[in-house]
């Protein structure tokens, strides 16, 4: 692809593989500058720092998982 992160590239190709539009998807990292650069396209972005801040970030979104 001759793109990295945080390369707008890279999150629009991700967007197309999983055909989603960008105000669909929630990217999870724990650079909070891969985040922002996800953000600016769109996206919902979290920043990862302990799986329960996840659990309850994606809770907050109103994503229910098991």
Sequence with gaps: ???SKPDPV?????LRACKVRAEEAVY???????????QRLG????VF??????QSDLRDLGIQFD
């Design 1 to 3: 692809m001759g793109a």
């Design 10 to 14: 890279i999150y629009r190709e991700a």
């Design 28 to 38: 999870v990292d724990d650079v909070p500058v891969y985040v922002e650069a996800a």
């Design 43 to 46: 996206m919902t972005g979290i």
């Design 49 to 54: 720092q302990s799986p329960e801040q996840l």
